[in-house]
């Protein structure tokens, strides 16, 4: 009788506690630092959407009029009435228990908080969803890694309640996926059905996934059948994809009130229509100059990826490429290998690059960095987790593994040294060229140097500039602050929005405070000279 191997029995042990302990730590410090993070620029505008959602569905399905939304739009008359609402229900419903009292603050921390958390259950689903694909606990913890510890991301993820979610349900969705291709049985089916319409309510993009699965199905049924190997799963060859159709689709029309007022067909052509081709035509800074959305060059989002990603990440996800070339050029069979062994890379390559070229050849608006974009972090991921198994296999797993971790720590502790500012993150390239783009695209660091005014001034104030963070602010800090319009406040607050460079000129107001990340400022408080 063959011994069992107890080394790697206690290896095994050793990598699950690390797992463990790591997912804690992570949860830990999010919980600690949610209240450091500033308030963004969509927040308000998601809260509004959800509350008019919300207003319309007691009525619809409850019959029930709330009086404290009385003066509320109906969603038949609102103009974002498309954008997805489902997950933001729990925290409106959150409002109703407490007869919509609560504080702008409690509103927002809470809306942090579950953002926070929404993020952090989609890692889990990415860790198991990454330990199926690649069949151990270290890949998949590399791969956790790799997207928890993004600076961008991690500073997002209290407060962009869209794209963050958005990739979060992405990653739960991706877990479904694997299960519903390896296991094929009508409950994995149902619950990839319901995941990717979740998804999809968040954000259209996510019909993506629906037609990936059919797409391989297809692929892979047709190829089953010619060579006669269908076997016992024959029952599954076309029940499958009405189910899977079904559910999808089900799910979404029950999830997204709008489609029960303008018809389920309806609703989701003109909510594709609307943001495949959004209606904004802003200026931003690239590359020195400032352009408006429609004049960003093709080039506009490699050039966004190239400095803002970490160079070990793009090392790796163009290393991940030739591990697919490489690795299928030694198969006697491409085909079946493809579809097979490496399917989940194939399918991860097909995903970034079908989703990247589909925005720039179609001139989708992505506009002020790339953060509309962040989900393809995910199948970014994936291939980079490739390229880092593939180059532990032909070089040394120790050496390979020492560099990796050495460039996570390294990440973390420039997290740790411009915390909160993660949101602005530059690669060690892209630093020397950060003052010639936008930095704080979301409006964030405005909430420091809210503070900062409020921490230095006694009494009442007047403030002009980017104020929208005194929503974050208590109910007698808020008394304290009086919004005027531009040139008219003691305080000005600039965040760098259409600035070049890291001196902006206020006319009348000399810079007090400004808040500075590796060289580019990312903010500052600027006070009327008497």
Known sequence: MKKPDMAGIKRDHIVRLAVIFYFIIYLVVGLSVYKDYGFSTDESAEWEESIVAYKYINRKVFHREVPELLNVADLEEFDHRYYGTAMQMPMVLVEDFFDFTLTTQQIFYMRHIFTFITCFIGYICFYFALKKIFGGRLPALAGVM??????????????????????????????????????????????????????????????????????????RDITDVIKRERGKKKIYLFGKYPVALIVYFG?????????????????????????????????????????????????????????TIPVIYLVLFVIGHVALIYSLKKEENIWDNLIGKYKWLACSILLFWGIVGTVIILDSRIYVGWHHLY?????????????????????????????????????????????????VYFNPVGRYFAALFDRDEQRATSSVLLDWVLDHTEGKITVCGETDSRLLLSEEEKQRIEVVDKEEGEYWIDIYRNVIGNEPMHEGYEEVYASWVDGYKIGAVYQRIE
């Open 375 to 423: 989900f393809v972090f995910m199948p970014f991921a994936v291939i980079v987790v490739y390229g880092l198994r593939f180059c532990a296999s032909y070089i040394n797993k120790t050496i390979v593994g020492g560099i990796f971790v050495l460039c996570l720590v390294g990440l973390s502790g420039w997290m740790i040294r411009n915390h909160p500012f993660q949101v």
């Open 146 to 219: 790799i997207v928890s510890l993004y600076p961008r991301l991690f500073g997002y993820q209290f407060t962009d309640l869209k794209n963050l979610i958005f990739l979060a349900l992405n990653m739960m969705v991706l877990l479904a996926l694997v299960y519903v291709v390896e296991k094929e049985n009508f409950l994995c089916i149902f619950l990839f059905g319901f995941a990717a319409a979740l998804a999809t309510n968040q954000r259209v993009m996510a019909v993506v996934f629906p037609a990936v699965l059919l797409g391989y199905w297809l692929v």
């Open 251 to 307: 799910v979404w029309v029950l999830i997204s009130p709008i489609a029960w007022m303008e018809g389920p067909l309806q609703t989701f052509i003109n909510t594709f229509k609307g943001f495949s081709q959004y209606d904004w035509n802003g200026t931003m800074v690239f590359m020195g100059k400032l352009v408006t959305c429609e004049e960003r060059p093709w080039y506009y989002l490699p050039v966004w990826f190239g400095l």
